[in-house]
């Protein structure tokens, strides 16, 4: 049995899933990993108390998770700019030096705590961080599956990010941690690509903070939306509109 554990952790560090919904994977080798797992006193009731608990996967480090998403960010950025450039010169246009961006100021929010992160690219594959007066210099590279190999020092770190409407969510060699972008509680949008089910409370009705207001239908599932803060819900589409990620759906 031992070694079927080790086997499946194994297997399942090695598994590398992408897409728009996250996966149990990571929430799997922590279950398999705890010490009732590893006596075989596990039950029904030992998992009950895990979700009461709400357990959570092993995150990254804080510092190295900072430093991949902000570099995930500011490469972004900079590819973007550096390949507007480059077309604009194809079609015989002479743009600005300006235009060509080298130094990204990136943001990141995390468990309430905001990280401030000046980047700047120095060459085709480096980069150099400043945060709270230190400087850091990174070796990227961009992996043929969109994800980026980061090299600082003697450790290397293999992510990947998904930019969703109001969130990055980052993983660190295979760990995953979410950062939240700065965002207005008073424009409520569309999570995902999909179709407006309805509203769940009444044009002009009044909610709570963590108040269902509006169901969407997304890959033939059902998901709830939910209001940041207590406010009253202006409609702004119809049920059955066709809905793009961001979309507007309603006021606070």
Not at 32 to 58: P, Q, S
Not at 157 to 171: F, K, N, P
């Amino acid at each position: 049995r031992e070694e079927a554990r080790e086997n499946m952790v194994v297997a399942l560090r090695d598994l590398s899933i992408r897409g728009d919904f996250r996966t149990t994977v990571e929430y799997l080798i922590m279950l398999m990993e705890t010490e009732h797992f590893l006596l075989n006193k596990f039950h029904t009731g030992w998992l009950d108390h895990l979700i009461a608990m709400k357990a959570h996967a092993e995150k990254p480090d804080p510092l190295s998770a900072v430093v991949c998403g902000a570099l995930h960010v500011a490469y972004t950025t900079v590819t973007k700019s550096t390949a507007q450039y480059q077309s604009s010169i194809e079609r015989g246009l002479s743009p600005s030096a300006e235009t060509l961006i080298t130094t990204v100021d990136v943001e990141l929010i995390n468990d309430n705590v905001k990280y401030a992160i000046k980047i700047t690219r120095s060459s085709a594959n480096s980069y150099f961080l400043l945060m709270n007066n230190s400087v850091l210099e990174v070796e990227v590279h961009r992996m043929k599956d969109g994800g980026l190999l980061l090299a600082t020092g003697s450790n290397s770190y293999l992510t990947y990010m998904m930019d969703e409407v109001d969130r990055w969510r980052v993983v660190v060699n295979g760990k995953t941690v979410v950062f939240e972008k700065e965002r207005d509680p008073t424009k409520l949008r569309s999570t995902s690509t999909g179709k407006l089910l309805q509203y769940v409370v009444e044009d002009g009705g009044h909610v709570n903070a963590d108040d269902p207001y509006a169901e969407i239908e997304v890959m033939k599932m059902v998901m709830t939306l939910r209001a940041p803060e207590c406010g009253r819900v202006l409609h702004l589409k119809r049920p059955g509109a066709v809905l793009d990620a961001g979309m507007l759906l309603a006021r606070l």
